[in-house]
């Protein structure tokens, strides 16, 4: 399986600052997808990114909030714009591989915001 | 009502017991059936997966899905305080544009 690298693994941010997150993969794929699991909870889907064209987001999620660049098919970044302590969480890049609709996850990004 | 059920727990067993986990679901189309073990403080971590109907064994760890009643299974035999851990249930369908569905996780704890 795809091996994903996210960074950072945790931060701790000021009220109003931005925050971009990291997903690498050793592999190319097409789909990659950004979640928000909160503490306790399940994870809930934020966008889903493919290389080439804009991300995909769900009700909820807005690209002002959370913009998303996919600039080629190993990378992808998150940003966490604006963030106020309703945004921390711990968030999530995963890939698919291949034709199966089977995700790899990253360790995830702890973020807390004061 | 909810596409995927799993009950939250926590689920507190002693060491060496069988663990039963278990998720419903109410689409039929789904077609992969996936759990995820997630430690605290770590992303979620592929177990174990299967397509379509049936069994599937890895070790310690069976997997089985029943389409006809809309329920998944995960067995861990000999159970260890190492696999105390979140296991989330998932399920997706192979066709372009559908999502992955993720249950709640249930919360398990193995006493030494």
């Known amino acids: 399986s795809a091996v994903i690298s996210q960074k950072p693994s945790r931060d701790i941010c000021q009220r109003g600052t931005s925050l971009t997150i990291q997903c690498q993969v050793d592999?190319?794929?097409?789909?990659m997808f950004w979640y928000r699991q909160q503490p306790g909870q399940s994870l809930t889907l934020i966008a889903t990114a493919n290389q080439g064209s804009e991300a995909t987001y769900e009700s909820g999620f807005v690209i002002d909030k959370f913009p998303i660049s996919r600039p080629n098919l190993t990378f992808s970044t998150l940003t966490v714009s604006n963030m106020s302590p309703e945004d921390s969480s711990i968030y999530l890049c995963?890939?698919?591989?291949?034709?199966?609709?089977?995700?790899?996850f990253g360790a995830g990004t702890r973020l807390s915001v004061l | 009502q909810k596409e995927v059920e799993q009950d939250p727990g926590p689920l507190s067993v002693p060491e060496g017991a069988i663990v039963s986990l278990n998720c419903t679901y109410s689409n039929s189309a789904f077609q992969y059936f996936m759990w995820y073990r997630q430690y605290s403080r770590k992303g979620p971590e592929l177990l174990m997966y299967t397509y379509s109907s049936g069994n599937k064994e890895d070790g310690r760890f069976t997997a089985q899905v029943d389409k006809s009643s809309k329920y998944i299974s995960l067995f861990i035999r000999d159970s260890q305080p190492s696999d105390s851990a979140t296991y989330l249930c998932a399920m997706s369908r192979n066709t372009g544009g559908f999502k992955t569905i993720f249950g709640a996780g249930t919360r398990l704890f193995v006493k030494a």
């Open positions: 592999s190319q794929v097409t789909m």
């Open positions: 995963s890939v698919e591989e291949g034709t199966r609709d089977i995700q790899y």
